[in-house]
């Protein structure tokens, strides 16, 4: 006589899940974390392309697992993590954006009319400018670009603008 062991809980939600793609893209932010490995590899699996990305957008973890792209071809795999890495870097780029808009802002209020200054902010240097009638830019470079030329080319956009 054979006894199979019954699924577990984890295995029928995953499961549940992978029949209904809208719900399981609904329901993505309130998972436990540890259903994601293995609806992400099921879902690739199964090339349910669109959960994927949407598990990618939402992952809980600090990095993907690639392992179940092994049993692919060189090129499948290496589309595959370059689909995923794109909407990564696409993610990035709308962070990386926002720090700019949001530090250039705070900047500016807290500059003095007619003032150049340089303020470090994590790993950048932002160079500000505000003129006496308000009008102000912001550089924002690494520790190595010249301060001098950041606020020539200040000078010179904001001249041009007024």
């Known amino acids: 006589m054979n006894?199979?062991?019954?699924?577990?809980?984890?295995?029928?939600?995953?499961?549940?899940?992978?029949?209904?793609?809208?719900?399981?893209?609904?329901?993505?932010?309130?998972?436990?974390?540890?259903?994601?490995?293995?609806?992400?590899?099921?879902?690739?699996?199964?090339?349910?392309?669109?959960?994927?990305?949407?598990?990618?957008?939402?992952?809980?973890?600090?990095?993907?697992?690639?392992?179940?792209?092994?049993?692919?071809?060189?090129?499948?795999?290496?589309?595959?993590?370059?689909?995923?890495?794109d909407i990564l870097f696409a993610q990035e780029r709308t962070s990386v954006q926002e720090f700019m808009t949001f530090t250039s802002q705070l900047i500016v209020e807290l500059s003095a009319k007619g003032n150049r200054a340089s303020v470090k902010e994590q790993e950048y240097l932002c160079h500000v400018y505000v003129q006496n009638d308000s009008l102000a830019g912001v550089v924002i470079a690494d520790s190595e670009y010249p301060s001098q030329v950041a606020f020539t080319l200040l000078e010179k956009v904001l001249d041009h603008s007024s």
């Open 3 to 85: 006894i199979q062991t019954p699924p577990t809980l984890l295995q029928l939600a995953g499961e549940s899940l992978l029949r209904n793609q809208a719900s399981a893209i609904a329901a993505l932010e309130y998972l436990p974390a540890a259903l994601f490995p293995p609806l992400f590899i099921q879902t690739y699996r199964r090339r349910i392309w669109e959960l994927l990305k949407a598990m990618v957008h939402a992952w809980p973890f600090t990095f993907l697992p690639l392992g179940c792209l092994s049993h692919l071809s060189l090129n499948e795999a290496l589309k595959a993590v370059l689909d995923e890495l």
